[in-house]
């Protein structure tokens, strides 16, 4: 059992496979990329299951993959089979952009793997590819749909972002009225890898629940696990529901049960903090599995209180990008 110097059980741990993206949002890295690792710097998939396999036994019951872009690695079926047979693991589930997840759909079914997060902050054309900087919205919308048809439990990530995609906020709700999804609103977090200045967010938590019930005041406010990070509602009339996640705001961090681990081996306790460690030349060397597990015994338990707590470990501005921490 993993439990932090504060009394929080960590059962959830957020494994990035890649720092990798086909994408190029505007609000987690920059037009030319980032400085992405060698190959030899990331975990490989053998890896990457051993890892999952230590970490299960010491406590972790759910597993979210991200990255970077999950499917960008030809490999990953690999390691979401080997998930799947895990003793002890209940909840296997995915972040994607969903733009190559379309040829796997059958085969995650197969698998069992039903929870899909969708990343996607308009449903206009153009301002879609104004904060992806690419072409491939007909792509995510097709797969979007796919999945909700197929039975996948999907959830849309909406990162409200001002001046760029508030005008759809309605309008998404309204699309997905009919729809069984969950659509989650998320506040700007300042981890764009020097994309742009950041300094404080116009639109918070407080402000789009506002701006929702101008529109949909018969809405009422649904009962969530003590662990969640959204706050969730239901509109009446509406087939699924919305959700506000206040990342930057960080409402939530006195029952945080996450664990991060980057692509490169990175021990992440908190978002707004800096790596206690990495794991990939533990990994690599004698008695990887007891090392490992002691790495993140430690690391665990130094673990920041809160975000704000966490960010003082920071001298100045936030240099990472989302897609080498993995959201
Ligand atoms: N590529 C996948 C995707 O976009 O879903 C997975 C990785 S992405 C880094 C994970 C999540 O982080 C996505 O929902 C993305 O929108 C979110 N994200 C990235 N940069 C962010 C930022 N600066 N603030 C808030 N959320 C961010
Ligand atoms: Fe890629 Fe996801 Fe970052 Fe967009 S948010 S650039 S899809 S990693």
Same mark, same amino acid.
């Given at each position: 059992? $993993?439990?932090?110097?504060?009394?929080?059980?960590?059962?959830?741990?957020? /494994?990035?496979?890649?720092?990798?993206?086909?994408?190029?949002?505007?609000?987690?890295?920059?037009?030319?990329?980032?400085?992405?690792?060698?190959?030899?710097?990331?975990?490989?998939?053998?890896?990457?299951?051993?890892?999952?396999?230590?970490?299960? !036994?010491?406590?972790?019951?759910?597993?979210?993959?991200?990255?970077?872009?999950?499917?960008?690695?030809?490999?990953?079926?690999?390691? $979401?089979?080997?998930?799947?047979? /895990?003793?002890?693991?209940?909840?296997?589930?995915?972040?994607?952009?969903?733009?190559?997840?379309?040829?796997?759909?059958?085969?995650?079914?197969?698998?069992?793997?039903?929870?899909?997060?969708?990343? $996607?902050?308009?449903?206009?054309?153009?301002?879609?590819?104004?904060?992806?900087?690419?072409? #491939?919205?007909?792509?995510?919308?097709?797969?979007?749909?796919?999945?909700?048809?197929?039975?996948?439990?999907?959830?849309?990530?909406?990162?409200?972002? &001002?001046?760029?995609? %508030?005008?759809?906020? $309605?309008?998404?709700?309204?699309?997905?009225?009919?729809?069984?999804?969950?659509?989650?609103?998320?506040?700007?977090?300042?981890?764009?890898?020097?994309?742009?200045?950041?300094?404080?967010?116009?639109?918070?938590? @407080?402000?789009?629940? #506002?701006?929702?019930?101008?529109?949909?005041?018969? %809405?009422?406010? /649904?009962?969530?696990?003590?662990?969640?990070?959204?706050?969730?509602? @239901?509109?009446?009339?509406?087939?699924?529901?919305?959700?506000?996640?206040?990342?930057?705001?960080? %409402?939530?961090?006195?029952?945080?049960?996450?664990?991060?681990?980057?692509?490169?081996?990175?021990?992440?306790?908190?978002?707004?903090?800096?790596? @206690?460690?990495?794991? !990939?030349?533990?990994?690599?060397? #004698?008695?990887?599995?007891?090392?490992? &597990?002691?790495? /993140?015994?430690?690391?665990?338990?130094?673990?920041?209180?809160?975000?704000?707590?966490?960010?003082?470990?920071?001298?100045?501005?936030?240099?990472?990008?989302?897609?080498?921490?993995?959201?």
């Amino acid at each position: 059992m $993993l439990i932090d110097n504060h009394n929080r059980t960590i059962n959830y741990l957020r /494994l990035a496979v890649t720092d990798r993206c086909n994408l190029r949002c505007n609000y987690c890295m920059p037009s030319e990329g980032i400085n992405f690792a060698k190959n030899n710097k990331l975990f490989s998939i053998e890896e990457l299951c051993k890892l999952s396999e230590l970490v299960v !036994r010491q406590g972790i019951d759910k597993i979210r993959i991200t990255g970077g872009e999950p499917f960008v690695r030809k490999d990953l079926m690999v390691l $979401l089979k080997h998930l799947s047979h /895990l003793d002890g693991l209940n909840d296997i589930s995915i972040t994607t952009n969903a733009t190559l997840i379309g040829p796997y759909i059958d085969e995650l079914k197969e698998l069992g793997i039903k929870n899909v997060n969708v990343s $996607l902050d308009s449903i206009n054309r153009e301002t879609f590819e104004r904060i992806t900087r690419r072409d #491939e919205y007909d792509t995510v919308h097709n797969n979007l749909i796919r999945l909700i048809s197929e039975g996948f439990n999907v959830r849309i990530n909406f990162i409200v972002l &001002q001046n760029q995609n %508030t005008q759809d906020i $309605l309008p998404i709700l309204e699309l997905m009225k009919h729809y069984n999804v969950s659509v989650r609103f998320l506040e700007e977090m300042p981890f764009n890898g020097g994309s742009k200045t950041f300094n404080t967010i116009e639109w918070d938590y @407080k402000r789009i629940l #506002e701006h929702v019930l101008s529109k949909y005041p018969e %809405t009422e406010k /649904l009962v969530s696990p003590a662990t969640s990070t959204s706050i969730n509602y @239901k509109i009446k009339g509406h087939v699924g529901t919305f959700g506000l996640i206040p990342s930057f705001s960080r %409402t939530f961090c006195g029952t945080c049960n996450r664990l991060r681990i980057s692509a490169t081996g990175d021990v992440i306790t908190c978002l707004y903090g800096k790596p @206690k460690t990495n794991l !990939r030349d533990i990994m690599r060397s #004698e008695n990887a599995e007891e090392n490992i &597990q002691n790495e /993140l015994l430690k690391a665990i338990g130094s673990r920041a209180k809160t975000g704000f707590d966490a960010q003082k470990e920071h001298k100045s501005v936030f240099e990472s990008s989302m897609t080498s921490i993995g959201g």
